[in-house]
Nanobody, 123 residues
């Protein structure tokens, strides 16, 4: 059974940092591209970042470039999203998703999803 579990969310002040983890079970993560998405209340799900199977292709939405960094540790079956210089507009539920082929930022292209982790940026 393919399962993705996000962790690392929480409450942080503006300018702070969080590192999200996406742990996979039931399948070897190295065969899948991973996307990070977020959804704020009343808004559509937005692609934040993605990383290909090899890690050679990485994408970021414009609003997080220079602040977020995606990485993967296939030996640990885990993908990370390091989020620095967080802003209140980054507040959302963050999801990771996996797909064996697609490595972009379109949510509908991904086959498997985690349950999400809440990130709240507030003073």
């Amino acid at each position: 059974q393919v399962q993705l579990v996000e962790s690392g969310g929480g409450l942080v002040q503006p300018g702070g940092s969080l590192r999200l983890s996406c742990a996979a079970s039931g399948f070897p993560l190295r065969y899948y591209a991973i996307g990070w998405f977020r959804q704020a209340p009343g808004k559509e799900r937005e692609g934040v970042s993605s990383i290909s199977r090899s890690g050679g292709q990485i994408y970021y939405v414009e609003s997080v470039k220079g602040r977020f960094t995606v990485s993967r540790d296939n030996a640990k079956n885990t993908v990370f999203l390091q989020m620095n210089s967080l802003k209140p507009e980054d507040t959302a539920v963050y999801y990771c998703a996996a797909d064996p082929d697609y490595s972009g930022l379109i949510p509908a292209q991904y086959d498997y999803w985690g349950q999400g982790t809440q990130v709240t940026v507030s003073s």
